[in-house]
């Protein structure tokens, strides 16, 4: 028989689950009472855990206040945050202090807008249009460059023209020798025209007076010294002055700034290779000459003077014109004195010196193309002028001119030549600023006009003017000013903004080797464009990596012949799209070869069609995304198109190229770079200007970064302090996590008499040791810190609750009067600063190992899992017995039952009386 499954007995009629129920519940009694204790045990437990937990909490709190970098921070507060704000980068390298800045002028993006047309739908015949961001023939240097490097005095300079007409011209904030230029030429009281002519500055009077030229410094200053000004003054028919030559090669000049800024390129410097490779009038070479680490102008004069290889053989130096270098051969006999590229760079080349010597010196090419001009050998992306020699001008009277080019190195030189030379032709900078434009002035029609190379040269090819027609003009187009070579650093290109992020690329050739050119292996990051260039080259792909041919970018031509495309990405880092190298290459014809390229130039065209509309150009432009916006300007009478630079800065300037004469296009917003002036502005030559394509100047000074809002003339403030608020913060962590650990205490410690209650941890010795490890902590003399002994000393007290308060005067006061003193109070490890003695507490209380509160949450959690065990087995026993009980209850209802039917059955009986009875 099974047991009971319902509450009363079928039977009995008794209860009988509530009486297994109420028996169980008094056999459970012991059970109980150990559940309860276990309880009790897992409440000191987590109450013991508590503690441990808000003690590391203020070991935390306490390890804040020792770390030196709260000690050192520092605030940058600007006197007019409305024109200039300060950030710190690193607090460390800063110290209290109070500069003075004058936020000149703010960076601005060049927008330009055409001349007007009749409506959006005006169309245009079939031409090319292409820009890109530099390559300007006619760009100013930087004022820095003058003077051997020394730069310029900034100031103010009076003008006097020759019609006794005088006034000051402010170059105070002058940066380039653009700037100068300008500033002289904008001038409407004085009729004068400043101009570049090599390395030096020319005034050009245009009143046709007979008074005198003349240039005075203002103020007692030296910026008309320092740009070579002081000492015109010309008078009489004179109208030309020229100033002395500012610009010149010297120690210091960078060897990046070298030939237009391409610099020169060496060999690996890991490499050991020779860089030049020498030959002698006594037969004594080849001997070669690594010039791995060197940097500047200087360091390669010396390299080559200082060697011991070449001891007694060769002397370098700076020619006398400031322009080159000069060799000469030491060594007598009939061999030839030659210099040359070593085996990977081509440094000879760059460095102009693999030339031929006469009479054993080799004077080198121009290495420097003067203050606002270009060499010739930079011209064509680098391959310069293939074959100099005679330019022959016809004009249109069919007067005939050769323009004897033999010594020109610059496209000013050419331009000069022309000039002086030819008859009623005048070649000018043309107005892209890309190259040159030739003008018949004759008025002639006898003869078209005819610009030709003389036979055996290429020089009008080269430069573009070959012409033979009636028109009175004659324009180079944009002639491709090299923009980077294999020398370029990375960090350079991009206007200045460098490569993101540098990482590895893959490429696929066009037979589909797939590959991934590692440039930021540990040690051996790519730094140069001819690092990313070789290292392609080394690679087992059928691509072969140049720069290209207009000089602005790296070039990838196909050498598989496969039937596939040249395929870029990036497999990390942005190497590739910052190249301009991410996608996939074209068919190009190379000498009649279809090839697959992939070009990373920098420059954007696109087609322009027959019957293209405004509108059309509008959409073609923005759908280059090349960071210039198209849009249509409607200016009440017709419509112009407007483009629009979304970078700021001068390296972002536009150089416009297109085919027809279809545009023009005014400049209503110049690319130029953000100025900040550091110093005086009152004082001659008193401050120093800073330059930025963005409006903000990283680490103008070590740590400090500022940003100008807005441009203005007055000085403004910024103080840099120390900065106390985040100690401030600390300390009042600490402050928090130790009486948040006192209000525990004191709950799990606590004794109420009137309901005769205690707190869970009441009377314990891990309570009363953690109490008073912490109140001896917070209330001894630290000896042996420095000027502070206390926490009371440092403005943080004890109340009368024991818990801390903190005088944030008082405490701040302490770290502006001693701040190592205080950071050693707190930090001094050797000598047991506070936060010291505090994490020995924390070991011998909450360690992982002997810990007080540890051993004693190990002990408690031991009970609680033997009692654990215990009423585990408890129950079962519990369970156990409620079973048998039912099955008893079971048994005895059958018993009841069976008692009921033979009841029953008895009942039901009636007696038979005997047979034969009568009644």
Same mark, same amino acid.
């Given at each position: 028989?099974?047991?009971?499954?319902?509450?009363?007995?079928?039977?009995?009629?008794?209860?009988?689950?509530?009486?297994?129920?109420?028996?169980?519940?008094?056999?459970?009694?012991?059970? %109980?009472?150990?559940?309860?204790?276990?309880?009790?045990?897992?409440?000191?437990?987590?109450?013991?855990?508590?503690?441990?937990?808000?003690?590391?909490?203020?070991?935390?709190?306490?390890?804040?206040?020792?770390?030196?970098?709260?000690?050192?921070?520092?605030?940058?507060? &600007?006197?007019?945050?409305?024109?200039?704000?300060?950030?710190?980068?690193?607090? &460390?390298?800063?110290?209290?202090?109070?500069?003075?800045?004058?936020?000149?002028?703010?960076?601005?993006?060049?927008?330009?807008?055409?001349?007007?047309?009749?409506?959006?739908?005006?169309?245009?015949?079939?031409?090319?249009?292409?820009?890109?961001?530099?390559?300007?023939?006619?760009?100013?240097?930087?004022?820095?460059?003058?003077?051997?490097?020394?730069?310029?005095?900034?100031?103010?300079?009076?003008?006097?023209?020759?019609?006794?007409?005088?006034?000051?011209?402010?170059?105070?904030?002058?940066?380039?020798?653009?700037?100068?230029?300008?500033?002289?030429?904008?001038?409407?009281? $004085?009729?004068?025209?400043?101009?570049?002519?090599?390395?030096?500055?020319?005034?050009?009077?245009?009143?046709?007076?007979?008074?005198?030229?003349? +240039?005075?410094?203002?103020?007692?200053?030296?910026?008309?010294?320092?740009?070579?000004?002081?000492?015109?003054?010309? &008078?009489?028919? =004179?109208?030309?002055?020229?100033?002395?030559?500012?610009?010149?090669?010297?120690?210091?000049?960078?060897?990046?700034?070298?030939?237009? #800024?391409?610099?020169?390129?060496?060999?690996?410097?890991?490499?050991? +290779?020779?860089?030049?490779?020498?030959?002698?009038?006594?037969?004594?070479?080849? $001997?070669?000459?690594?010039?791995?680490?060197?940097?500047?102008?200087?360091?390669?004069?010396?390299?080559?003077?200082?060697?011991?290889?070449?001891?007694?053989?060769?002397?370098?130096?700076?020619?006398?014109?400031?322009?080159?270098?000069?060799?000469?051969?030491?060594?007598?006999?009939?061999?030839?004195?030659?210099?040359?590229?070593?085996?990977?760079?081509?440094?000879?080349?760059?460095?102009?010196?693999?030339?031929?010597?006469?009479?054993?010196?080799?004077?080198?090419?121009?290495?420097?193309?003067?203050?606002?001009?270009?060499?010739?050998?930079?011209? %064509?992306?680098?391959?310069?002028?293939?074959?100099?020699?005679?330019?022959?001008?016809?004009?249109?009277?069919?007067?005939?001119?050769?323009?004897?080019?033999?010594?020109?190195?610059?496209?000013?030189?050419?331009?000069?030549?022309?000039? =002086?030379? /030819?008859?009623?032709?005048?070649?000018?900078?043309?107005?892209?600023?890309?190259?040159?434009?030739?003008?018949?002035?004759?008025?002639?029609?006898?003869?078209?006009?005819?610009?030709?190379?003389?036979?055996?040269?290429?020089?009008?090819?080269?430069?573009?003017?070959?012409?033979?027609?009636?028109?009175?003009?004659?324009?180079?187009?944009?002639?491709?000013?090299?923009?980077?070579?294999?020398?370029?650093?990375?960090?350079?290109?991009?206007?200045?903004?460098?490569?993101?992020?540098?990482?590895? $690329?893959?490429?696929?050739?066009?037979?589909?080797?797939?590959?991934? $050119?590692?440039?930021?292996?540990?040690?051996?990051?790519?730094?140069?464009?001819?690092?990313?260039?070789?290292?392609?080259?080394?690679?087992?792909?059928?691509?072969?990596?140049?720069?290209?041919?207009?000089?602005?970018?790296?070039?990838?031509?196909?050498?598989?012949?496969?039937?596939?495309?040249?395929?870029?990405?990036?497999?990390?880092?942005?190497?590739?799209?910052?190249?301009?190298?991410?996608?996939?290459?074209?068919?190009?014809?190379?000498?009649?070869?279809?090839?697959?390229?992939?070009?990373?130039?920098?420059?954007?065209?696109?087609?322009?069609?027959?019957?293209?509309?405004?509108?059309?150009?509008?959409?073609?432009?923005?759908?280059?995304?090349?960071?210039?916006?198209?849009?249509?300007?409607?200016?009440?009478?017709?419509?112009?198109?407007?483009?629009?630079?979304?970078?700021?800065?001068?390296?972002?300037?536009?150089?416009?190229?297109?085919?027809?004469?279809?545009?023009?296009?005014?400049?209503?917003?110049?690319?130029?770079? /953000?100025?900040?002036?550091?110093?005086?502005?009152?004082?001659?030559?008193?401050?120093?200007?800073?330059?930025?394509?963005?409006?903000?100047?990283?680490?103008?000074?070590?740590?400090?970064?500022?940003?100008?809002?807005?441009?203005?003339?007055?000085?403004?403030?910024?103080?840099?302090?120390?900065?106390?608020?985040?100690?401030?913060?600390?300390?009042?962590?600490?402050?928090? &996590?130790?009486?948040?650990?006192?209000?525990?205490?004191?709950?799990?410690?606590?004794?109420?008499?009137?309901?005769?209650?205690?707190?869970?941890?009441?009377?314990?010795?891990?309570?009363?040791?953690?109490?008073?490890?912490?109140?001896?902590?917070?209330?001894?003399?630290?000896? #042996?810190?420095?000027?502070?002994?206390?926490?009371?000393?440092?403005?943080? %007290?004890?109340?009368?609750?024991?818990?801390?308060?903190?005088?944030?005067?008082?405490?701040?006061?302490?770290?502006?009067?001693?701040?190592?003193?205080?950071?050693?109070?707190?930090?001094?490890?050797?000598?047991?600063?506070?936060?010291?003695?505090?994490?020995?507490?924390?070991?011998?209380?909450?360690?992982?190992?002997?810990?007080?509160?540890?051993?004693?949450?190990?002990?408690?959690?031991?009970?609680?899992?033997?009692?654990?065990?215990?009423?585990?087995?408890?129950?079962?026993?519990?369970?156990?017995?409620?079973?048998?009980?039912?099955?008893?209850?079971?048994?005895?209802?059958?018993?009841?039952?069976?008692?009921?039917?033979?009841?029953?059955?008895?009942?039901?009986?009636?007696?038979?009386?005997?047979?034969?009875?009568?009644?």
């Amino acid at each position: 028989m099974g047991r009971i499954t319902t509450n009363v007995g079928l039977a009995s009629g008794l209860p009988i689950k509530d009486i297994v129920d109420q028996l169980i519940e008094v056999s459970s009694a012991p059970r %109980n009472i150990l559940a309860r204790r276990t309880e009790d045990l897992q409440a000191q437990q987590l109450a013991i855990g508590t503690l441990s937990a808000k003690l590391i909490s203020i070991q935390f709190s306490l390890g804040k206040l020792t770390s030196s970098s709260l000690y050192a921070a520092k605030k940058a507060t &600007s006197s007019d945050a409305t024109a200039l704000t300060a950030t710190i980068s690193d607090s &460390s390298s800063l110290v209290n202090s109070t500069y003075s800045f004058t936020p000149v002028r703010t960076a601005t993006a060049q927008q330009l807008v055409s001349q007007r047309f009749d409506s959006k739908e005006s169309t245009f015949t079939a031409q090319s249009f292409s820009f890109r961001t530099g390559g300007f023939v006619d760009k100013g240097i930087s004022l820095e460059e003058l003077n051997g490097g020394l730069g310029v005095r900034l100031g103010q300079i009076r003008i006097t023209d020759k019609s006794g007409e005088s006034d000051v011209v402010d170059l105070r904030f002058a940066s380039t020798v653009d700037d100068v230029l300008d500033a002289i030429n904008a001038n409407a009281t $004085i009729n004068v025209t400043a101009k570049a002519v090599g390395d030096s500055i020319q005034l050009v009077d245009n009143t046709g007076q007979a008074s005198t030229l003349s +240039v005075q410094e203002v103020n007692n200053g030296k910026t008309a010294l320092d740009l070579g000004l002081s000492t015109i003054s010309a &008078s009489g028919a =004179t109208t030309e002055a020229l100033g002395n030559d500012v610009f010149y090669l010297h120690s210091g000049t960078r060897l990046s700034r070298l030939n237009d #800024g391409t610099g020169v390129h060496f060999t690996n410097d890991a490499a050991e +290779v020779d860089d030049l490779v020498f030959e002698f009038a006594d037969d004594s070479g080849p $001997i070669g000459l690594d010039l791995s680490g060197t940097k500047t102008l200087g360091d390669v004069v010396n390299a080559i003077n200082d060697s011991t290889q070449l001891a007694g053989k060769v002397t370098a130096s700076i020619a006398a014109d400031g322009n080159r270098l000069e060799l000469t051969d030491l060594t007598t006999g009939g061999g030839t004195f030659a210099v040359s590229n070593g085996v990977l760079g081509s440094a000879a080349d760059d460095l102009g010196i693999s030339k031929t010597a006469v009479g054993g010196t080799i004077t080198g090419s121009r290495l420097v193309s003067g203050l606002r001009d270009t060499l010739l050998s930079s011209l %064509n992306g680098g391959s310069g002028i293939e074959a100099p020699g005679n330019l022959e001008i016809t004009n249109r009277n069919g007067v005939f001119s050769s323009i004897d080019l033999s010594a020109a190195e610059t496209l000013g030189d050419v331009v000069n030549a022309i000039n =002086t030379q /030819a008859t009623d032709v005048t070649a000018a900078i043309s107005d892209n600023r890309g190259g040159i434009v030739l003008t018949d002035t004759s008025g002639g029609s006898a003869s078209n006009l005819l610009v030709a190379s003389e036979s055996g040269s290429t020089i009008a090819e080269d430069l573009g003017i070959v012409h033979d027609s009636a028109a009175e003009k004659v324009e180079s187009g944009v002639l491709n000013r090299q923009l980077l070579s294999k020398a370029t650093l990375l960090s350079s290109i991009n206007g200045g903004r460098g490569i993101s992020t540098l990482g590895d $690329i893959t490429i696929t050739d066009t037979v589909g080797v797939r590959e991934t $050119i590692d440039l930021n292996q540990v040690d051996a990051e790519a730094k140069t464009i001819g690092d990313v260039i070789d290292r392609i080259n080394a690679s087992t792909l059928g691509v072969e990596a140049r720069i290209n041919d207009t000089g602005d970018g790296i070039v990838l031509v196909d050498t598989a012949s496969g039937s596939g495309t040249i395929i870029v990405d990036d497999a990390s880092g942005t190497v590739a799209a910052d190249l301009n190298l991410l996608g996939e290459s074209v068919e190009v014809d190379i000498e009649g070869v279809p090839t697959q390229v992939l070009n990373g130039t920098s420059s954007n065209s696109f087609a322009i069609e027959d019957d293209d509309t405004l509108a059309d150009i509008v959409k073609k432009i923005n759908d280059l995304d090349a960071g210039v916006t198209a849009s249509l300007l409607n200016d009440g009478q017709g419509v112009r198109l407007s483009l629009t630079v979304e970078k700021t800065g001068a390296a972002n300037a536009l150089l416009l190229d297109f085919e027809e004469a279809n545009f023009q296009f005014q400049q209503i917003s110049k690319a130029q770079d /953000a100025l900040l002036q550091f110093g005086s502005v009152q004082e001659s030559g008193g401050g120093i200007l800073v330059t930025s394509s963005t409006n903000t100047f990283k680490e103008v000074v070590s740590g400090l970064s500022l940003t100008i809002q807005k441009a203005s003339t007055t000085p403004v403030s910024i103080t840099v302090a120390s900065n106390d608020s985040g100690l401030v913060t600390a300390a009042e962590d600490f402050i928090a &996590s130790y009486n948040s650990l006192r209000d525990e205490l004191k709950k799990l410690t606590d004794f109420d008499p009137t309901a005769n209650t205690t707190g869970l941890l009441f009377g314990t010795s891990e309570a009363l040791r953690v109490d008073t490890q912490l109140s001896r902590l917070v209330t001894d003399r630290h000896f #042996g810190l420095g000027s502070f002994e206390t926490l009371a000393e440092i403005g943080i %007290n004890i109340n009368g609750d024991g818990k801390l308060e903190l005088d944030k005067a008082k405490f701040q006061e302490a770290y502006q009067t001693d701040p190592e003193g205080l950071q050693a109070f707190f930090g001094d490890d050797e000598k047991h600063g506070v936060a010291s003695k505090f994490d020995s507490i924390v070991e011998q209380l909450a360690g992982e190992t002997g810990g007080l509160l540890t051993n004693r949450t190990d002990s408690l959690q031991s009970t609680i899992e033997s009692n654990s065990d215990r009423i585990a087995q408890l129950d079962a026993f519990l369970e156990r017995q409620r079973e048998t009980l039912l099955l008893q209850y079971a048994q005895l209802e059958s018993i009841l039952a069976n008692f009921q039917a033979t009841q029953s059955a008895l009942s039901a009986f009636s007696p038979v009386p005997p047979i034969g009875s009568t009644g």
